[in-house]
C-alpha cells in the first residue's frame, strides 16, 4: 500500500513539475477548464424556476430531475455539435483557412441563442438541406 502511495505522489509531482515548467500545458488545462465551466454554466441556465436546488425528498424522484437535466443538457449539446460541424464544413467549402488550433477553442455548450422564456415561433416556412438540417444563419462579418 505504501508502495503506491508514494509512486501517485510521485506521479502528482512530475505533473505539477511539467506543469509549472510549460506555459503551453497550462493554456491546454486553461482551456479544458473553460470548456468545463462552461458546460456548468449551460446547466445552470437550464435549470431555471428552481433557483437550482432540488426540492423533492424522496431520492427517486430527486433522481428524476437529474436525468431530465442530464437529457436536456445532452439534447443541447448534439444539436450544437451538429451545427458548428455544418459550420466547420461550409467555411471548408468556401476554401476560409481553418488551422488544426482552432478546434481546441470550441466548445459544444454555448446557450446564448437558447430561448428558454418568452415566444417562441415554430414556423416551418423554410427549407430543410439534404442532411435534414435547418439553413445556416448568413453572417456579413465573414
Known amino acids: 500500500?505504501?508502495?503506491l502511495q508514494s509512486y501517485g505522489q510521485l506521479i502528482k509531482t512530475i505533473f505539477i513539475c511539467r506543469y509549472l515548467l510549460s506555459k503551453t500545458l497550462r493554456k491546454r488545462i486553461n482551456a479544458q477548464l473553460n470548456k468545463g465551466e462552461q458546460l456548468h454554466g449551460l446547466r445552470v441556465y437550464l435549470w431555471f424556476g428552481g433557483d437550482g436546488i432540488i426540492r423533492?425528498?424522496?431520492e427517486e424522484q430527486?433522481?428524476?430531475t437529474v436525468r431530465c437535466l442530464?437529457?436536456?443538457t445532452n439534447i443541447v449539446i448534439v444539436?450544437?455539435?451538429i451545427y458548428i460541424q455544418e459550420i466547420i464544413n461550409?467555411?471548408?467549402t468556401e476554401e476560409h483557412e481553418i488551422n488544426d488550433i482552432d478546434f481546441g477553442h470550441i466548445s459544444p455548450a454555448p446557450f446564448e441563442h437558447i430561448n428558454r422564456l418568452g415566444k417562441y415561433s415554430f414556423n416551418a416556412n423554410f427549407e430543410l438541406?439534404?442532411?435534414g438540417?435547418?439553413?445556416l444563419r448568413k453572417l456579413n462579418n465573414f
Open 1 to 3: 500500500m505504501y508502495v
Open 70 to 72: 442530464n437529457l436536456l
Open 56 to 58: 423533492k425528498k424522496q
Open 129 to 131: 438541406n439534404n442532411k
Open 90 to 92: 461550409q467555411l471548408y
Open 62 to 64: 430527486q433522481q428524476v
Open 133 to 135: 438540417l435547418r439553413p
Open 79 to 81: 444539436w450544437n455539435t
